[in-house]
């Protein structure tokens, strides 16, 4: 029995441990730069495969793995691993790609037929760049414009490119990637261009290196790669000339154009609406070279400007910078003013020259204005960076503005306050009348010191209070025993009614009625709210 356990366990083993190591490709005679299919498969669970033998004959240009897969058959169980790649030669001839070993097994090495057939002349008729510079002498941070020109007669899957790894600037991608259509000795393209902008630094003689695009195009049902690059580019970078003057900025350009849209000398009234506009156009400067014009202050007039208006443009192959400034212009008084001429200071990259753009000066005549003595004119619609002070009109319209909404939510606070207590208050004023009156009774019938006048008030005032069996000892206990004492008075000793007067002290009485008031100011009885109105003397 533990023989035939032995043999089991055994031959389980040996079925785990032979790991099966099986490489296919999907054809083995191709040409240069065809793209086959190459598949490793491992009965074992494989994580990671090293794949440098390939890398020596072969470009690896897609990988797929590894895809594991479990199964079980009969109570046996068993795991697969299979990689899958996309792979081209390097070279023609006969090319053998190598065993792969996997746990002392390996595959069986496979040999491949590559030939030539004349196809890199075929693929520079069907792929081909261009990298074109807009100038190979140049100053330092004069801005450079390369234009790169992808051509390509049929369609790619994919396409990479590669820069220079020396390039001595930073490249900047400029624009959009556009795409036209040209025609090469009978030969219909699809054109796609790239631009970078290049800033030299220093000075001296440097190589661009070239630049290169690799991808996959499919031709007869055959997946192939390409390669093309472009020629290498060499450029001189001179020094900012001496005579440049140190105060002005350094604007090295091909051209600088100014224009506005005013005459030399025109006529204006007070009530003209005057806006100059300045446009300037750097044929080989980007817009950020320049700095925001300055606004001239001028007597006579008041001066407000716009925003400017920036943007960058490609026009004939070079960079263009494009600034846009508009002033509103309004007099303050009358006469002849001079608006100074404007001027940009620049260097002729073509001529090596130092030149001037300039606007001249411009004089207008004014007249119509009343007060020659114009302290705060009305401001226009365009903003300005000179109005640093705000009017003090504007300061108490909204001192106004605040007071108002203050005083209107305290009337609105109020009125809401009012609706809410307007049935307490109709209850209390009409209790307050009835209570006031009743009370008024009592008193001065003590003060006459009649008996049945002060008994009937009671009366009076316990129907109209609605204090039907009212017990007035709960507030007064002296109040109840003279209360006892007057009923006693009137109705058990009617005869000797005159020694009964002298017997109540109605002083103490009107006394003890008057302190009710105090005595239930904090009473949690029902009617609690009449005794809080009874007057006191």
Not at 131 to 154: G, H, M, R
Not at 260 to 270: C, E, G, I, K
Not at 318 to 335: D, R, V
Not at 478 to 489: F, Q
Request: glycine share 2%; net charge neutral; proline share 5%.
């Amino acid at each position: 029995m533990k023989r035939f356990t032995l043999i089991v366990l055994l031959f389980i083993f040996s079925m785990y441990s032979q790991a099966t190591v099986t490489t296919t490709v999907s054809q083995s005679i191709l040409e240069v730069n065809d793209i086959i299919q190459f598949r490793i498969k491992i009965d074992a669970k494989v994580s990671n495969l090293n794949l440098k033998p390939l890398e020596k004959d072969f470009k690896i240009y897609n990988k797929y793995g590894p895809n594991i897969s479990s199964s079980y058959i009969n109570g046996v169980g068993s795991t697969t691993t299979e990689y899958v790649l996309n792979i081209s030669p390097n070279r023609s001839g006969k090319i053998i790609i190598p065993a792969f070993t996997y746990n002392g097994e390996s595959s069986a090495p496979i040999t491949l037929d590559v030939r030539s057939a004349h196809q890199s002349n075929y693929q520079d008729e069907l792929f081909f760049l261009t990298a074109k510079i807009s100038d190979t002498s140049v100053y330092i941070d004069q801005p450079l414009l390369l234009e790169l020109k992808f051509y390509n007669a049929i369609d790619v899957q994919s396409a990479n490119l590669d820069l220079p790894s020396n390039m001595p600037f930073n490249l900047e991608q400029i624009g959009d990637l556009p795409t036209s259509t040209e025609e090469i000795n009978s030969i219909s393209y699809q054109v796609s261009t790239l631009y970078y902008q290049i800033t030299p630094q220093n000075a001296g003689q440097f190589d661009l290196g070239q630049f290169k695009i690799n991808g996959q195009y499919a031709i007869n049902r055959k997946n192939k790669i390409f390669n093309t690059e472009s020629l290498p580019i060499i450029v001189n970078v001179k020094p900012i000339p001496a005579q440049y003057p140190k105060n002005k900025p350094w604007l090295p350009a091909t051209n600088i154009q100014l224009k506005d849209n005013l005459a030399p000398s025109f006529n204006m009234t007070n009530d003209a609406n005057l806006t100059r506009v300045i446009d300037i156009q750097m044929s080989g400067l980007t817009n950020n070279y320049l700095p925001k014009l300055s606004i001239p202050a001028i007597s006579g007039l008041k001066i407000y400007s716009e925003d400017e208006i920036r943007s960058d443009k490609i026009i004939n192959n070079q960079n263009t910078g494009l600034i846009q400034a508009k002033w509103a212009i309004l007099p303050t008084q009358n006469g002849k003013v001079t608006l100074p001429e404007y001027s940009i200071t620049w260097w002729d990259v073509n001529s090596d020259q130092l030149r001037v753009s300039k606007i001249n000066q411009r004089e207008i005549n004014i007249s119509g204005v009343v007060d020659q003595n114009i302290s705060n004119p009305q401001s226009p619609v365009i903003q300005t960076e000179i109005i640093t002070k705000i009017p003090n009109w504007i300061w108490l319209t909204h001192l106004a503005l605040i007071i108002g909404w203050g005083i209107s939510f305290i009337v609105m606070k109020l009125k809401i306050n009012a609706l809410k207590n307007t049935t307490t208050h109709d209850f209390t004023n009409q209790t307050s009348q009835t209570s006031t009156l009743s009370s008024m009774s009592v008193l001065d019938a003590c003060k006459k010191q009649s008996m049945h006048k002060l008994k009937q008030a009671l009366v009076d005032f316990e129907k109209q209070c609605e204090l039907k069996n009212f017990d007035y000892s709960i507030y007064s206990q002296t109040l109840a025993e003279s209360l006892s004492l007057l009923d006693s008075l009137l109705y058990n000793q009617q005869d000797n009614q005159q020694k009964n007067i002298q017997d109540f002290d109605f002083v103490k009485f009107a006394k003890d009625f008057k302190q009710i008031k105090a005595q239930t100011k904090n009473s949690k009885q029902p009617n609690e709210t009449l005794f809080s109105l009874y007057p006191s003397d």
